[in-house]
């Protein structure tokens, strides 16, 4: 469904009326998307911006006009990523919340992928505070956790990393100019990442298995008596 704004509503009634060519028209609409898979198949409402303007061909130089959509809400939200099934609830639970803004606000999205940093990392027991100097309690920083969680184990360097990235996207959100949807989906890609090498065995034992098979300069036979 198209609800044109007032600008667009005159222009209709004046080409209706002859007194005026095809020209942009902008508004809000709505409607239903369904998935195409058919083991899925699930419906969700959309919402956002919508226009009615020239489309240049890249290829042809061409022109046509054409509706344009920018998605401002759906429901239920599309899930940025699936987590392992072992991470965290917590953790899961502030992908799930950065998945339900990320067309409404792309910023809050982002901070609640920051968030999610901060429960993984109380999840792997690094503190969140320490006394001072003054012998007042101070809160640590998201950065000052990741540092912690890196110097805790040579090995959590590269996930360190990982999570660095993600926070200073999280940042971005809190502090900077508005963040794209592409961003924050960075953000997510990054997160997904780590997570999957916390919690999914499936890329170490891989790795594990391609470092067998160079060693042995082949796959590993089993020696028949």
Not at 79 to 97: D, G, L, S, Y
Not at 154 to 171: C, F, Q
Request: proline share 5%; net charge positive.
């Amino acid at each position: 469904m198209k609800l044109h704004d007032p600008a667009s509503e005159q222009l209709l009634a004046h080409i209706t009326a002859g007194m005026a060519g095809t020209g942009e028209l902008t508004g809000t609409c709505s409607g239903t998307f369904r998935c195409s898979d058919p083991e899925c198949g699930r419906a969700v409402l959309i919402s956002g911006d919508w226009s009615y303007d020239v489309d240049v061909d890249t290829l042809t130089n061409g022109t046509r006009w054409t509706d344009f959509i920018r998605v401002r809400y759906v429901s239920p939200a599309l899930p940025i990523f699936t987590p392992p099934a072992k991470t965290p609830e917590k953790v899961t639970a502030a992908i799930h919340a950065a998945s339900e803004l990320l067309w409404i606000n792309p910023n809050a999205a982002a901070n609640q992928l920051r968030q999610a940093i901060e429960e993984l990392l109380t999840s792997k027991r690094v503190r969140r505070t320490e006394i001072t100097r003054k012998k007042k309690r101070r809160r640590l920083s998201a950065h000052d956790r990741i540092e912690l969680y890196r110097a805790a184990d040579p090995a959590n360097a590269d996930i360190a990393d990982t999570l660095e990235a993600v926070k200073w996207i999280g940042n971005s959100g809190s502090h900077e100019a508005t963040l794209t949807i592409a961003e924050v989906l960075e953000g997510a890609e990054l997160l997904e990442h780590a997570l999957k090498e916390l919690y999914d065995p499936t890329g170490s034992l891989r790795r594990a298995r391609i470092k067998q098979i160079n060693k042995g300069k082949g796959i590993p036979r089993t020696k028949q008596k």
